[in-house]
């Protein structure tokens, strides 16, 4: 059997690291898209960079998406490239669009054009829930976005489902919810939380200020939900999941568990700012599997007590030496 070729928009992302990594265990040719601007450092594929073959595109240039699918002729194409900070999405509402809704057009008409034999792989969000209209959430809820960046994810999620049923094309779109590791960007609460728990237990930082502690999210392990993805271009047929442990927390446990893992109290450290306050705050996802685990056969495999404790102890090592430790 011939070897399959994946390429992966996003690929020096968190999510994209994790996909690389497992698709090479799978004996994928794998082939990681990067925008020749990016500044984007490759630490989080540093280890994989032998590996996989790093390709320049934009998913801001039509002629660029085409040429490139044209070249690399892949069997599976993963789309995790994204403004995909929801804070910045109101900051750049209109970049964000560009990437994350427009972009995907983009990629879907490339293989429309290259290919249609493609698979397709669409990274949806929870966040195009939004304001929820109903708990949990699952694939038939109801979309209410309440930011930027969700509402160009429910852009790309439509647009893929329109070119699977228009043009014949295996096109899917995992909803995934907040799925974290010691790779996660710094920008993102639960890594701001590690990197500081590290910091106050090394000496370095002395608080940490966060938003609203009381928002409550569906948390899971980034390398769990990259098995998914891989798992949906699998079946026979192209269908839409919700990828989620089924089980929420605040932030506020977030907090607690991470400096428990270092031996102190929260309340101590913790400062609400209302500067990370949203402008339409998300005030609880939580999602049902049920269907990815019945059709796909995916469960997750790290709880969120380890997934928090793992991610203390990787910045933990990291900063130690910043520390003198």
């Known amino acids: 059997m011939a070897q399959r070729t994946a390429l992966i928009t996003g690929i020096t992302g968190q999510d994209g690291s994790y996909l690389a990594e497992l698709l090479l265990a799978e004996g994928y040719r794998v082939v990681g898209m990067t925008r020749r601007t990016s500044t984007e450092v490759h630490e989080r594929i540093e280890h994989l960079v032998d590996k996989v073959e790093i390709v320049s595109g934009d998913l801001l240039d039509q002629s660029s998406m085409t ?21 910045t999405s109101w900051t750049q509402p209109v970049l964000t669009g560009e990437f ?40 038939s809820t109801s979309f209410y976005p309440r930011s930027p960046y969700g509402v160009a994810k429910v852009y790309g999620h439509w647009i893929t489902v329109n070119y699977r049923e228009s043009y014949g094309i295996f096109a899917v779109s995992g909803i995934l919810f907040n799925h974290e590791s010691e790779r996660r960007g710094k920008e993102f609460v639960t890594r701001k939380i ?38 949906m271009l699998a079946r026979p047929q192209p269908d839409d999941y919700v990828i989620a442990t089924g089980r929420t927390h605040t932030v506020r446990d977030f907090c607690r568990l991470a400096f428990e893992a270092v031996g102190l109290d929260y309340e101590r450290y913790v400062v609400e ?13 939580i999602g049902d599997a049920s269907k990815a685990k019945r059709v796909l056969g995916w469960t997750p495999s790290v709880t969120f007590e380890e997934l928090v404790g793992r991610m203390v102890e990787a910045d933990l090592a990291r900063l130690r030496p910043l520390a003198g430790v």
Not at 105 to 132: C, N, P, W
Not at 211 to 221: P, Q
Request: proline share 4%; hydrophobic share 40%; charged share 30%.
């Open 67 to 87: 040429q490139l699918i044209g070249d690399v002729r892949p069997n599976e194409v993963y789309n995790l490239a994204a403004q995909s900070f929801v804070p």
């Open 100 to 139: 994350t809704a427009l972009g995907v057009t983009r990629v879907l008409e490339a293989i429309r054009h290259v290919d249609r034999s493609i698979r397709f792989y669409q990274a949806s969000s929870s966040e195009m829930f939004g304001k929820v209209q109903e708990t949990p959430q699952r694939e």
């Open 194 to 231: 590690s990197d500081g728990v590290a910091r106050i237990k090394l000496g370095i930082q002395e608080k940490l200020r966060l938003g609203n502690l009381e928002a409550r999210r569906d948390w899971g392990f980034a390398g769990d939900y990259v098995r998914a993805m891989w798992l």
């Open 273 to 285: 700012d209302p500067r990370f306050v949203r402008p339409a705050e998300v005030d609880v996802l």
